[in-house]
């Protein structure tokens, strides 16, 4: 039981460094969803079964359905998140 | 309009003047509080020229890193300080956490007499089965309905920034909004027709037996939102709002309010004077017992699932 | 040495229990993680995201702080009810409350995320900051 809580611990510390650092708007949103469901397994460990419910049902369905949706409005699904791309975007218009 | 007054005699009842008054046609205020009325949106259609220049600038400002020395250093600077502060502080929590009692530990400081009257005495005093179910609605009633509150006002809130009132641009968003869609995909229809009745079927069984087992109001209210989500974005918003447009939101969210605050009104005024409040609590185990926890229970699940709702609504088509 | 002082009440070593608390030393790490997302990221999504993860490692912090070993899941069963039988029920009441505040918190910020997208097209912060100076405000 120790073990199996040693790697989800770790794998919450994982996607939550790759959400940093990952290009795609898109892609980040996708790991923060696997996050949400990663704690709900957590919470059973730590004998809460209400608070597994709320986050699974709030954490993975609700948030995340309400960032995709905010992606759509806004015309970001496929844009990338972080400045480099358009650094050198303008670096090449320049040349 | 009454018909059984005239015209003149109606508009000196009391009915008349309340209805006029809930309906917004006369403001009591005016001539009192005035609001200075807002600068209308300026539209961009002649100024699509500009706004190219404008951001061509903000371009050339932002970005330019070949001209603008100190703008290098100070985003390195920023950068580097800000990674600094970051290690500093997972340095000293993580020297807190060094410190405190080993978790698991029972004899923790925070396991104190409070949990172990909330356990021993719990199911006597509220009736209920599941104790952090009970230790909340009936201990702690205050704190969710503070919560509740919040949900409410984190609603309106959304509906300030969101909401389409203007009939056109209402029209253009719904257009907009299933224009670049498969309308009718036939996966997404096969799976929602199964899945919804079971969705909403077991998000009242969570919220019914909240004082038993595991879940609640919050739960419950949560995965039926979810369901209510689903089922909108397999059909359209049509077919959602064949039973749940705005008037019966409006009507679900501030009753379910009104009644959670008027339970809580009357336990206050019996408890703090001493009075015996004759609510019956049953016996444990049952589904009805436990008292006001199963009326209070599908209030906040009420609030919670119309909450969801309209936060997906109010962003997909701007309204709901 | 400071740090392996041996402390005489319950007789626990204070100081050394990093190991022993992994999951709030997790949790303090995703703390951090989430902060500093919120600081160097000029994304508004990605500060978004870094703050709802500073939210879920507050609650895994409380959340450890209410677990006991050994004793079940706070629900009376076979009419046990001794407090020696079940974990603290305190910290998940409070828990329970955060996750779905943090919901609405996260609502709004992207509504508000909306509605600036749609007055300045961006959803870079320093190229919005930039344009604010430029109007005045």
Known sequence: ?95 | MSRMKSEEEYRKTKAFHFFRWLSGEKDPYIGNLEMRPQKEYMRAEDSILDRMRESQMVMDKVYDTRHNRWLLLFRRFYRIMAVIFCIMLAGLLLFTVSYLPPTGNASNPDNNEVASRYIESGMQETGAVNIVTGMILTYRAFDTFGETNVLFIATCCVMIMLMVEDAELKKQEVMNDRRFEPKNDAILQGTAMVLVPVIFIFGIYIILNGHLSPGGGFSGGATIGAGMILYASAFSFKDTQRFFDEKVYKIAKISALCVYGLIGIYYYVTGANGIENHIPLGIPGHIVSAGIIFPINICVGLEVACTMYAFYALFRRGGL | MRFMHYSEEEGCKVGANLLNNYGEAVAMVLFVIGFGNLMLQSNLIKKIIGLNIMDTAVYLFLAEKGYITGRAAPIVADGVQSAEAYINPVPSGLVLTGIVVSVSVSALMLSLTIRLYQRYHTLDLDEISLQLKKEGL
């Open chain 1, 1 to 95: 039981m120790t073990v199996f809580q040693y790697i989800l611990l770790g794998f919450l510390v994982v996607c939550a460094i790759s959400v940093s650092f990952s290009r795609k708007l898109l892609n980040s949103i996708l790991i923060f969803m696997s996050y949400s469901l990663v704690m709900s397994i957590i919470w059973i460990c730590l004998e809460s079964p209400d608070l597994a419910i709320t986050e699974a049902a709030v954490g993975a369905g609700v948030t995340s359905v309400l960032f995709f949706v905010t992606l759509k409005k806004i015309h970001a699904i496929d844009e990338s998140g972080t400045k480099d791309e358009r650094e050198s975007m303008i670096e090449r218009r320049r040349r």
